[in-house]
């Protein structure tokens, strides 16, 4: 096993930003580590299969990384022939790593048995630990959840992550069939640091530094893995840092979600893309972004309904400029939600198709 990229503050738990299939842009790293970076970041996954080529946009977020900090470059995929051959072509540029996807949940990906699909079938899995140990030019990380119907395949799990030296786990405490819906299992990835030789990364619903903190403690991981409130809150890294140095943690206001929201409308641009597409993705950040804005959810009822930059650009100034002074929520407020047929906590009646 071989040591993990130093931390920002030496000796500090680390924390990465969680991939995110069409979020984790090489533009979002740039706004992320604009306003705070994390110690880590992982790339979207690069499909892997018999005619896959390196996704260029992912790709460009490792060759012209635009942070200052290491990125590994996340897989999905399960034949070994196509996974040497990717690994291959990642191997000349600058990456800390690669890290194999053993947790999407969308049905599309985990019934071609890659993604969450794998942990149905330990056996492979552990053919392609062995391949990707030997193969990874630099550290070889697992992004897994606990299990996939239920948490069964656990324990083997953890066997395979010891018996092939893995790097790190970044663990995501639900099962495949939980998606997002159930509450983390936070007792498992404790068990995982525990069990496992190497490093584990503690990953779902770490909404704030408090919280951080609290799965720190609770779990004895080696850091935290944050994904959707990273978006809401871009400080939530640096305020990692400074709580756990005991420094005055900055809070911010509405004003600096303002600059957020604005330094998001102008990395995210593209003069190529309609407008009104442009809209739907700055609206799919905002999501996030509104559930510390107003406890009623004003904010959130109207951003969603917003078609054009104007309308958008008087939402975000009404709610956000004129009250820069307010304080913005450390927590999401309670009854909001960012995607509601997809993170309530009851189990929705269709599975959907994202990771
Ligand atoms: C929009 C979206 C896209 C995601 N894409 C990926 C992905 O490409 N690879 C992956 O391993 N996990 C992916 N995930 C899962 C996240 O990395 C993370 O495990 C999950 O969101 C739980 O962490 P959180 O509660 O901090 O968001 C995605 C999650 C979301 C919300």
Redesign the pocket.
């Given at each position: 096993m071989s040591p993990l990229p130093e931390t920002i503050n030496e000796g500090q738990a680390c924390t990465a930003l969680?991939?995110?299939?069409?979020?984790?842009t090489w533009e979002f790293m740039k706004v992320v580590h604009q306003f705070g970076s994390p110690d880590y970041y992982?790339t979207?996954?690069f499909r892997v299969h018999e005619t896959s080529i390196l996704e260029k946009h992912i790709l460009y977020s490792i060759t012209d990384n635009p942070t200052d900090r290491p990125i590994f470059a996340?897989l999905?995929g399960e034949n070994l022939e196509y996974i040497e051959r990717t690994v291959s072509e990642l191997k000349s540029h600058p990456i800390a790593g690669i890290?194999l996807?053993l947790?999407?949940p969308a049905p599309k990906v985990y019934k071609k048995n890659v993604?969450g699909g794998l942990l149905i079938n330990l056996d492979h899995v552990d053919k392609i630990f062995g391949l990707l140990r030997e193969i990874s030019p630099h550290l070889f990380t697992v992004?897994s959840r606990i299990g996939f119907e239920d948490t069964a395949p656990f324990e083997r799990l953890l066997d395979l992550i010891n018996k092939h030296d893995v790097d790190l786990l970044?663990l995501?405490g639900?099962t495949v069939k939980e998606m997002?819906w159930a509450d983390?299992h936070y007792d498992y990835i404790a068990e995982a640091v525990k069990r496992a030789n190497c490093p584990v990364l503690a990953?779902?619903?770490?909404?704030s530094y408090l919280k951080a903190e609290e799965i720190l403690y609770n779990t004895g991981c080696h850091g935290i893995?944050?994904?959707?409130?990273?978006i809401r809150n871009p400080w939530i890294f640096r305020q990692i840092r400074e709580h756990l140095a005991g420094d005055v943690v900055f809070q911010p206001t509405l004003g600096d979600v303002f600059a957020y929201s604005q330094s998001l409308r102008e990395t995210l641009f593209k003069e190529s893309v309609p407008e009104q597409n442009q809209v739907n993705k700055l609206k799919k950040f905002f999501n996030f972004i509104g559930l510390g804005v107003d406890p009623g959810g004003q904010f959130l009822y109207e951003i969603r309904r917003v078609r054009f930059f104007e309308d958008m650009d008087d939402v975000l100034y009404r709610y956000l400029k004129v009250h820069s002074d307010k304080p913005f929520a450390t927590e999401p407020y309670p009854g909001l939600v960012a995607r509601p047929n997809r993170e309530t906590q009851v189990k929705p009646l269709v599975e959907v198709a994202?990771?």
């Open positions: 969680a991939p995110m299939q069409d979020v984790t992982f979207e996954y996340q999905i890290d996807n947790g999407c993604g992004k970044s995501h639900r997002y983390v990953n779902g619903n770490v909404t893995m944050i994904g959707r409130s990273a994202y990771c």
